[in-house]
């Protein structure tokens, strides 16, 4: 496994076929470990996996984690090495950002509501350091996981629009055993938070079989938020259901429920495919 730390290196390096990127802030967890299996899955023997491990400090707000975030460099480069990645790219911020910030992505309308509205300038941020990105790696494909859902659909559009030529594949969360979807923002939880935290996988099933059983939007959301408020020390932040591709929430069919809470410091992020019934 190669570890490069320097932009010019990294972007003299073409892939001789295909190249799978997996993008990550690092910390990392089975999440990320089983997108580097999917990676591996679609190049195949013959192709490349890289990951990139780069704590973005364009996409925190002032105030927000970017000092504190979980920085675990010989860890995450044994879950590399043990998944078979072949490039590992980790450049410092000043290398990247050596052109400045002055040009970026603008994520449009769906960079403003959710995750935006709460986060403005998150999506612009995350979203120019993906383009960079994926200028300097040169994938075939790039994977990102589901549990940041507003994320992948906005690199998608990105990808789309701007005719970048490559693949965006989404991978399904991988969840703790009581369900909890990994995060690298979990190691802040307590253990008591981290019990707590056992609300949200709840709610997503007190979700999914309400609308199993025929609930409309607003009574599938009124039933998240019901398990959300029993339980002390969540606080909501929301609940919303939209279509699968974030457009507004269908009155039948398919549609993705999304929450979001904070549990002691941190937000924590979880959603679902969900199937409302015709009414
Ligand atoms: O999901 C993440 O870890 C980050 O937002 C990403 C995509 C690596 C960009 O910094």
Known sequence: MRVVENVAEMQADVPPGDRAVVMTMGALHAGHAEL?????????????????????????????????????????????????????????????????????????????????????????????????????????????????????????????????????????????????AMSSRNTYLSEEERRTAAAIPAAISAATQAAASGASAGDVIAAAEEVLAAQEGVETDYVAITDPDFGPAPSEGPARLLIAAKIGPPRLLDNVAIVLAPR
């Not at 990645?85 to 290398?95: G, H, L, R, Y």
Request: hydrophobic share 40%.
């Open 36 to 180: 580097m299996t999917r990676a591996r899955e679609i190049v195949g023997p013959t192709g490349e996996v890289a990951v990139s491990i780069f704590v973005n400090p364009t996409q925190f707000a002032p105030g927000e984690d970017y000092q504190r975030y979980p920085r675990t460099w010989e860890v995450d480069l044994g879950i590399c090495r043990e998944r078979g990645v072949d490039i590992v790219f980790s450049p410092t911020a000043e290398d990247l950002y050596s052109g400045g910030m002055d040009i970026t992505i603008d994520p449009g309308p769906l960079g403003t509501v959710l995750e935006g509205a709460v986060r403005p300038g998150h999506f612009r941020g995350v979203l120019t350091v993906v383009a960079k990105l994926m200028n300097i790696m040169r994938p075939t494909s790039a994977l990102f996981g589901e549990k940041d859902y507003q994320q992948l659909a906005l690199i998608r559009n990105m990808v789309d629009t701007l005719d970048f030529p490559l693949t965006v594949v989404g991978v399904p969360t991988v969840r703790e055993s009581d369900g909890l």
